[in-house]
């Protein structure tokens, strides 16, 4: 019998990594918040000039304070992942809002509606607000969808049908 292959079997999975818990609503209010106090430094169309030690030491402040509230110790490199997905999230709702506004995507069904917190990464990186379509006559659905708007504006916009 060949024990070095069951050997080698039980090592690999005895060292695989243990999935992490999902980041709680508050950590990502904490990466949230602190973007936007530091999105002079971190976020791109705000910090030219700005030096890779202090984009780094904004870093690792944001995950001072997720680590602060959290049982679960979180690394830099999943910090920043998560907020590369809630941006990535956020552009495609933006995307397929404008698809839907466009008429070149297929809206009809569901309509596109950001949350408190994505507005506010939307804002933050200068994408859209939301706009809210209020139902019309006769049970007509409502429908919410965002549209472009100048980054200097971080007002919310309300028209009606």
Not at 31 to 48: D, G, P, S, T, Y
Not at 56 to 79: S, Y
Request: proline content about 2%; glycine content about 4%; some cysteine.
């Amino acid at each position: 019998m060949d024990y070095s292959l069951d050997l080698y079997t039980y090592r690999v999975s005895c060292m695989a990594k243990k999935r992490k818990m999902n980041f709680s609503e508050r950590e990502v209010e904490i990466i949230v918040e602190e973007m936007e106090k530091q999105k002079h430094i971190l976020v791109n169309h705000f910090n030219a000039g700005v030096t890779h030690i202090s984009k780094n030491n904004a870093w690792m402040e944001i995950l001072k304070r997720v680590n602060a509230v959290t049982n679960c110790q979180r690394e830099l490199a999943e910090v920043k992942k998560k907020w590369s997905d809630l941006k990535t999230e956020v552009r495609r709702k933006v995307a397929q809002a404008r698809a839907a506004m466009e008429g070149t995507g297929d809206c009809t069904t569901v309509p596109v509606i950001l949350t408190a917190m994505q507005q506010r990464i939307c804002n933050l990186l200068g994408e859209a607000t939301i706009i809210s379509l209020p139902a019309g006559e006769a049970g007509e659905a409502t429908a919410e969808i965002t549209v472009p708007v100048p980054i200097s504006s971080a007002t919310t916009v309300t028209l009606t049908q």
